[in-house]
T-cell receptor, first 114, second 113 residues
Framework: KNQVEQSPQSLIILEGKNCTLQCNYTVSPFSNLRWYKQDTGRGPVSLTIMTFSENTKSNGRYTATLDADTKQSSLHITASQLSDSASYICVVSPNNNAGNMLTFGGGTRLMVKP | DTAVSQTPKYLVTQMGNDKSIKCEQNLGHDTMYWYKQDSKKFLKIMFSYNNKELIINETVPNRFSPKSPDKAHLNLHINSLELGDSAVYFC????????????FGPGTRLLVL
């Protein structure tokens, strides 16, 4: 069964600190991995998308890494801001059809405190 | 301008009722989706529509029926609502089925009493 597991489930950090969120997946075959940010009461917003051949991708203060051999990804947030408080969801696609059989992780709920 | 919009934002109703949720996208995308997010925050895809044709139906009960009057709209009809239907329903769209970036709506919070 294809699975996507994220850790930690929740995380509290102080403003200005860095943090790293983890995603492990068993989806196979693998096409691409996405990280989404979901603010409370809002829909998810795409942060990064990485294909099988990409190891790292940045979007401002967000940097995602991918190790397709170990089936692990991480999302690193640098110099956190209060607005980073949200759920971060890892999503894995098993083939080239974006809308087909996406597997979502349960998310990591990040709270940034002043 | 709102890219993907949903109405209503909140929906509270009794068991057994029939309700609809509307979704519209102004991005010119060919593909639209419906997702269900349960209490544990897991998102699961329910349907995807590409150029008004149903592409996948992830074993969703037939009480749920998507209807697309045109490629900018994908509405979700739910018949005989059950307690377990309580969740947040998200609509999303992408340029086409191979485009990886999906744009999500704000969600509709459904509570069945």
């Amino acid at each position: 069964k294809n699975q996507v597991e994220q850790s930690p489930q929740s995380l509290i950090i102080l403003e200005g600190k860095n943090c790293t969120l983890q995603c492990n997946y068993t989806v196979s075959p693998f096409s691409n991995l996405r990280w989404y940010k979901q603010d409370t009461g809002r829909g998810p917003v795409s942060l990064t998308i990485m294909t099988f051949s990409e190891n790292t991708k940045s979007n401002g203060r967000y940097t995602a890494t991918l190790d397709a051999d170990t089936k692990q990804s991480s999302l690193h947030i640098t110099a956190s801001q209060l607005s980073d408080s949200a759920s971060y969801i890892c999503v894995v696609s098993p083939n080239n059809n974006a809308g087909n059989m996406l597997t979502f992780g349960g998310g990591t709920r990040l709270m940034v405190k002043p | 301008d709102t890219a993907v919009s949903q109405t209503p934002k909140y929906l509270v109703t009794q068991m057994g009722n029939d309700k609809s949720i509307k979704c519209e996208q102004n991005l010119g995308h060919d593909t639209m989706y419906w997702y269900k997010q349960d209490s544990k925050k897991f998102l699961k895809i329910m349907f995807s529509y590409n150029n008004k044709e149903l592409i996948i139906n992830e074993t969703v009960p037939n009480r749920f029926s998507p209807k697309s009057p045109d490629k900018a709209h994908l509405n979700l009809h739910i018949n005989s609502l059950e307690l377990g239907d309580s969740a947040v329903y998200f609509c999303a769209s992408s340029q086409d089925l191979t485009e990886k970036t999906q744009y999500f709506g704000p969600g509709t919070r459904l509570l069945v009493l």
